[in-house]
């Protein structure tokens, strides 16, 4: 317990102090991470390359070495894509139905590489999460992912790297107004269950780059953009995946799949200025509107 305790500290001060570090670089003046956000005022895009340097930070400490690799796996990925489409941008292809169409054109984006390499990297993550044998029973008793047939195996695996590609998605759609990519995240690890102290070192980790980058992003001098809003999602579903049920984990996925389908059609800012408390919380804090 104590132990997981420190970890759970160091985790944070790590990620607070790595993204601290990024955010009072010269990147966060560069030009070429300067971009003009919703209300027309300049924001750096330094945020992201911060948020995600403090989660891979943070993330060196935890215990479990199989956790550690499947969480600097999806979020390292995750926010390297991000920041290839960030700042290597090509095509004028948006949102998920635009970079497959593209696709289907024989068009490669850097949006098409982003969609088609995450899950990947999220399955692969999976792959090592699920390997793990894990105690169940009221004596300790364990079992391994071996003993089940291979193919419900594999499906738990691809599951689990959808819940993981699927946070990373919608955290990048939340990025749409000062905070609220952050807000969130601090909602779902407010509502996650930490009984198990697998999710301890991870949540500290994001507690500790979310607190570092929270008074830049409210401002609106700074934004997470792919590169962070990718990783603070992957890293989010990795949390989730460990913490949930088979059952849970397809439920997150329903979940994820059916507002990722719906972002095509519905304007998430719209609904969310138009529904009561979901509207204040999204607004509080915010000196930009």
């Not at 594999?154 to 807000?183: E, W």
Request: proline share 3%; hydrophobic share 45%; net charge neutral.
């Amino acid at each position: 317990m104590i132990r997981s305790i420190v970890s759970t500290a160091v985790a944070g001060l790590a990620g607070f102090t790595a993204t601290k570090a990024v955010l009072g670089s010269r990147l966060r003046t560069h030009d070429s991470v300067v971009r003009t956000n919703h209300a027309g005022y300049d924001v750096s895009l330094a945020e992201g390359p911060a948020v995600a340097t403090g989660l891979l930070a943070g993330s060196l400490l935890i215990e479990d070495s199989r956790q550690k690799a499947a969480t600097l796996l999806a979020t390292a990925a995750a926010g390297g894509l991000g920041a290839v489409d960030d700042f290597c941008e090509s095509g004028s292809s948006k949102g998920l139905r635009g970079h497959l169409s593209a696709l289907a054109r024989g068009q490669i984006t850097t949006g098409t590489i982003k969609i088609t390499g995450i899950p990947l990297a999220s399955i692969a993550a999976a792959a090592i999460l699920r390997s793990r044998t894990r105690p169940t029973g009221l004596f300790g008793s364990t079992h391994s992912t071996a003993d089940r047939p291979w193919y419900a195996a594999a499906a738990d695996i691809v599951v689990t790297g959808g819940v993981i590609a699927g946070s990373a998605n919608l955290f990048n759609l939340l990025d749409l107004r000062p905070g609220r990519a952050l807000k969130a995240g601090a909602l779902t690890l407010a509502l996650t269950d930490h009984d198990r102290r697998v999710s301890w070192a991870p949540a500290g980790a994001i507690a500790g780059a979310t607190a570092a980058a929270w008074p830049d992003d409210l401002a609106g001098d700074a934004m997470l953009g792919d590169t962070g809003a990718n990783a603070l999602g992957a890293a989010i579903g990795v949390i989730l995946a460990e913490t949930a049920t088979p059952a849970q984990r397809r439920l997150i996925l329903a979940v994820l799949a059916g507002l990722t389908l719906a972002s095509e059609k519905v304007s998430f800012t719209s609904v969310i200025e138009s529904t009561p408390g979901l509207r204040e919380i999204d607004s509080f804090g915010r000196e930009v509107q």
